[in-house]
């Protein structure tokens, strides 16, 4: 005789509609914002009940920083991350985002939205600080250079990347010479410098 597998279709069907709704919703606030999006649009979207939006997420609020979050995750997925290879990370970064020019557009709303967001998500902060401790490590074997603590220096290679997407505008410019730059500016960064002067 055949599992019973009724309950585990509107679990299903639930994770479906909430990924549904992250869709619309990272559309909808990368076109207009946290304060400029519509829930009522959102939801017409992604063919859910507005009541829906708000039993997943709360609010609008809610739903803004779980768009962010999620992308922010997405990110760290997609770009691999070797401690001992920083500039190889920050173009890494820079190269996600230049496939992705839409969650640019949702990075600089959520920057001027709500720039403290990200010290507020814990999955977000708990990838960034092992991703520091990583970067620690590399500074007591030597390979990366202390002229910063690891969080200050993994946080100011991260700005140099953001600030390159930034500054590059549409996905339509972008150019590889930026990418070069980002990441000649990294090296010298993170380079210990006996190793930048041959010693």
């Not at 998500?121 to 690891?150: C, F, H, I, N, Y």
């Amino acid at each position: 005789m055949a599992a019973e597998t009724g309950p585990a279709r509107p679990a299903r069907d639930a994770a479906r509609t909430r990924r549904r709704i992250l869709a619309a919703a990272t559309d909808e606030f990368a076109a207009f914002g946290l304060a400029g999006g519509r829930t009522a649009r959102i939801a017409e979207a992604a063919a859910a009940n507005q009541r829906m939006l708000y039993a997943y997420f709360g609010n609008k609020d809610g739903l803004f920083d779980a768009v962010i979050e999620h992308h922010v995750l997405q990110a760290q997925d997609s770009v691999g991350f070797d401690a001992t290879d920083l500039p190889g990370y920050a173009v890494e970064v820079f190269d996600f985002y230049r496939g992705h020019p839409h969650l640019v557009r949702l990075a600089l709303w959520q920057t001027l939205e709500r720039p403290d967001l990200m010290r507020t998500l814990p999955l977000v902060v708990r990838a960034m600080r092992d991703k520091a401790e990583a970067v620690a490590e590399a500074q007591t074997a030597g390979l990366v250079s202390t002229v910063l603590p690891a969080d200050r220096l993994l946080d100011t290679v991260l700005t140099l990347a953001h600030g390159s997407i930034t500054a590059a505008g549409n996905a339509a410019d972008w150019t590889d010479t930026q990418r070069e730059d980002l990441h000649a500016a990294v090296l010298r960064l993170v380079t210990p410098p006996a190793r930048l002067t041959g010693g």
